[in-house]
Every structure is written in C-alpha cells, then in structure tokens.
C-alpha cells in the first residue's frame, strides 16, 4: 500500500472539508490499484484512490485526509446497479457480487469478490463486468458474467 499506511474504517475529514465514510479496501481487478470505499452518501458509493488518500495535504504538512471517528468496520451495501448473488464467470469460477460504486471520475465499478482462495475485495468497470465475449478457442459466446441460477 501506498507510504506503508493503514487505514481504519471511520469518518475522515479531507484537508478541503469533505467528510468521507471509509468502510473498506478494495483492489482493481484489471490495474492492480487499491480503492477505499467511501460510503458517505448510501444511495451513491464512491471508491477513493489510495495512493491520492495517502498524500500530504497541500501545505506539504500532514495527511491530506485526518480520522475523526472511528465505525464498527461492517460494510453497508447499497441498492446496485447490478443484482447482488453469486455469479459465474464464463471460464468457471464463482464470485460473490455486492454492488456498485463510482470512482472519482465517475466511473461505475462492481464491487466483488472470488468465492475461492484469498477472497480478496475487487473492483472491475460494470462495462466489462456486463460485457459479452467471444473466445471461439474455447468455443464461449455468451455474457462474462451470469447471476447463478440463471442461464447465458
């Protein structure tokens, strides 16, 4: 992670005056950058970029953004542009989907994780998310993703 930081869940207060709700980290699936997820407004999840979180405020003294309250660390899902469940991706493997957010250029992101290994949290752009392919390597047409019990 960025300068070697640890963030704790809570309420921060950036050096501009914004309060920002982190309730978690997340890792995009296709750049390998780290999220915070900033769940200030419930109905509009944004994701804050790590490296921008831990930088020296604009004075070049202290950090850009202070805690000023500690949460209880559980995350809070929001209602998503994307059914939340389980979903398959076309090569086989299963992911629990929780929801959407924004990053800060507006993007929207889905917020996921693999059902095997680590478990780690990711982010990928609901477009790719969404998307159809086509590998007739495999032989595969068909959406990237399906919600289980449903079929492509």
């Given at each position: 992670m960025s300068n070697g930081h640890l963030f704790q869940?809570?309420?921060?207060?950036?050096?501009n005056?914004?309060?920002?709700h982190v309730v978690g980290l997340a890792q995009h699936s296709e750049t390998g950058a780290f999220y915070l997820l900033d769940a200030t407004?419930?109905?509009?999840?944004?994701?804050?970029?790590?490296?921008?979180f831990a930088?020296?405020?604009?004075?070049g003294?202290?950090?850009a953004y202070t805690l000023v309250q500690k949460t209880d660390g559980k995350v809070y899902f929001v209602t998503p542009a994307i059914e939340p469940g389980t979903?398959?991706?076309?090569k086989g493997k299963t992911y629990d989907i929780y929801g959407t957010l924004r990053d800060e250029n507006g993007q929207t992101l889905v917020l996921y994780r693999p059902t095997y290994g680590q478990r780690a949290l990711l982010l990928r752009p609901l477009a790719m998310f969404t998307e159809e392919v086509d590998r007739p390597e495999i032989p595969y047409k068909g959406p990237?993703?399906?919600l289980m019990g449903t079929r492509p």
């Open positions: 869940t809570g309420w921060y207060l950036s050096n005056g914004v309060s920002h407004d419930p109905s509009d999840w944004h994701v804050l970029e790590l490296t921008r930088d020296q405020n604009a004075n003294k202290g950090p979903y398959r991706h076309f990237r993703f399906w």
